[in-house]
């Protein structure tokens, strides 16, 4: 019976050593590899974890770029047609109607109140001023208006003068043969007959 049991081992391979040592062999192989494996590892993430960490790198403002070279003078090109000149409209003022005016300014000669002795004879002169638009021509007159002529005729020539001038008016009167006080008015009459401007004054005394 204990043969046939040793028999029956022996048939099985329970009983075989060197398969034994051969499983026991590759065990220990399988262990020592994952144990290699693993330290492996353990160094490799330590030396990863020991490894100084990196710098950041510091920023640096962009560089202006260097200014643009000027670019070389180019020659005009003449032009192929001269444009002709804009002609400009000059407005004319439309002249209206002129206006009359004549400002008294001063006496030149024969001041109010120069006393004469009779029947002399009187040059008065008057500076006045033609104020107004229009432009004294020989179609203008002088006219006696008030007082007594005192010799003169009652219509004289309007000295010519433009308008905006002053003009120097003269007339030629006599004293009277009698003693006393004398006036004559005058005043400027247009070519229709119309009196205009300021009226002028010879004032005198008669003595003997």
Known sequence: MLAGLKKKYKIDGHGN??????M????????LFLNFCLILLTSIFSLW???????PTPFRPPTAAPPAQPLPTTTPVPALFTPLPTATVTAT???????DALSFVDDVTVEDGTSFLPNASIDKQWLVQNSGTCSWDETYRLKWVGGDPLGAAQEQLLYPARAGTQATLRVIFTAPAESGSYESAWQAVD??????GDLIFIKIVVAP
């Open 17 to 22: 050593v060197s398969i034994f040592l051969m």
């Open 24 to 31: 026991t062999l590759r065990l220990r192989s399988a262990r």
């Open 49 to 55: 974890a020991c490894a100084p960490a990196s710098t």
């Open 93 to 99: 003022a439309t002249t209206g109607p002129c206006s």
């Open 191 to 196: 070519p229709n007959g119309n009196f205009f």
